[in-house]
C-alpha cells in the first residue's frame, strides 16, 4: 500500500475481549469498528487491509477520498 495518512484508532474492548479498529475519516461512510484483532499487531494488520480495500474501492467507484487529517506541527 502506499503511504496511506490517515488516522488508524486502536483500542481494547473489554466487552469484546479483542482489540477493536477505527477508521475516523471514513466514519461517515463505514460502519465503525471496522475490524478487530486478538493482538494489537493483528488489529494494525487487519485495519491496514480494510484501509487499502477502502482506498481502492473509492479510486474504482471515481469517488473522493476523504480529506486527509490535519497535523499540528510542534
Given amino acids: 500500500m502506499e503511504n496511506p495518512r490517515y488516522t488508524v484508532v486502536i ?3 473489554d466487552e ?3 482489540y477493536l479498529v477505527e ?3 471514513f466514519a461517515a461512510t463505514v ?3 471496522v475490524t478487530h484483532g486478538d493482538t494489537y499487531e493483528q488489529a494494525l494488520k487487519h485495519g491496514l487491509e480494510v484501509l487499502e480495500t477502502l482506498i481502492e ?3 474504482e467507484e471515481g469517488r473522493p477520498l ?3 487529517p ?3 506541527v510542534a
Avoid: I, K
Fill in 11 to 13: 483500542r481494547w474492548s
Fill in 16 to 18: 469484546d475481549r479483542a
Fill in 23 to 25: 477508521l475516523p475519516e
Fill in 31 to 33: 460502519m465503525q469498528p
Fill in 57 to 59: 474501492m473509492y479510486r
Fill in 66 to 68: 476523504p480529506p486527509l
Fill in 70 to 72: 490535519v497535523r499540528e
